[in-house]
């Protein structure tokens, strides 16, 4: 009987050596791990691969673990696997609040935070958290390996810098000094595309990310600087509402984003200002 998946091909290397060569032999292999967005693809008909390299027997890039102060998280770290990490827990709490926020125990089983970034939507959860973490993606392939800013890593809707012979295999984050804060915004609290959703940190300067309203996750670094220099509040969220490119589409309207964004920024103020100086 033919299906959706019948025509397609599934290539499972040992070790992750074997899934670098063969990526190199054959770069229009699509990598694939948990597949909780792949498989929506698959079954839609919108991708155009039709073979398959499985990531998910190696155990190698699920690892979490602070090397020199700075946390490593691999790519095939479920968003579980973060969720109960101490190593997150104490160094990247607003990512366990993300992680907690994607769908169910199911989807939270087997997304993976490599995958999430591979992905390249403007609306993945965790994806403003690394933004305001300023972390580092670690990309190898056959021949070498590079890290990448996480706030160049993205250059399109939907794509980014990683070549094709090249595999995402960890996430860096270096030690963060401020209070971190994290908001998502849908229809639902859980296991809901977010409208907007916004993560930042109240450090000199402060930095705030936010997805679902641009192409790309985005920086708002004149949002940053308003803030930084003493501005009010209310001059900041104005700043923000012209720093951000919303659109309409069938979960939302720019207008409305363009508002409840505001209100984030206005929400993470309050939420990270110290009592004594309310």
């Not at 070790?15 to 909780?36: H, I, Q, S």
């Not at 709490?93 to 992905?119: C, D, H, K, Y």
């Not at 930084?228 to 951000?244: F, H, R, V, W, Y």
């Amino acid at each position: 009987m033919r299906t959706a998946i019948a025509p397609l091909e599934l290539i499972r290397p040992r070790t992750l050596k074997d899934a670098l060569n063969m990526l190199r032999d054959e770069p229009k292999l699509v990598p694939l791990a948990g597949c909780t967005d792949l498989y929506v693809a698959v079954n839609f008909g919108t991708l155009a691969g039709s073979r398959f390299l499985d990531l998910w027997p190696l155990d190698t890039l699920r690892r979490i673990s602070v090397r020199e102060e700075v946390l490593v998280i691999g790519a095939l770290a479920t968003y579980t696997d973060i969720i109960k990490s101490r190593h997150v827990k104490q160094r990247l709490p607003m990512l366990v609040e993300s992680a907690r926020q994607i769908g169910g125990p199911q989807i939270q089983n087997r997304g993976t935070v490599g995958g999430n970034i591979a992905n390249a939507s403007p609306a993945g959860d965790t994806l403003p958290v690394l933004a305001a973490a300023d972390a580092i993606v670690v990309l190898r392939s056959a021949a070498d390996e590079r890290r990448v800013p996480f706030n160049e890593f993205f250059t399109g809707y939907r794509v980014s810098v990683r070549k094709p012979d090249e595999l995402i295999v960890a996430v860096e984050i270096p030690p963060q000094r401020g209070t971190q804060w994290f908001r998502k915004v849908g229809t639902r609290a859980a296991q809901a595309i977010s409208k907007i959703v916004m993560a930042a940190v109240r450090s000199d300067p402060p930095r705030i990310a936010i997805g679902s309203v641009a192409p790309t996750v985005v920086r708002a670094p004149r949002t940053e600087a308003a803030l930084k220099t003493g501005k009010s509040i209310d001059d900041a969220a104005e700043i923000l509402s012209q720093e951000i490119k919303p659109i309409d589409d069938v979960r939302s309207t720019a207008e409305y984003r363009r508002t409840v964004t505001a209100n984030l920024l206005r929400r993470f103020w309050a939420d990270t200002t110290p009592a004594t100086a309310r």
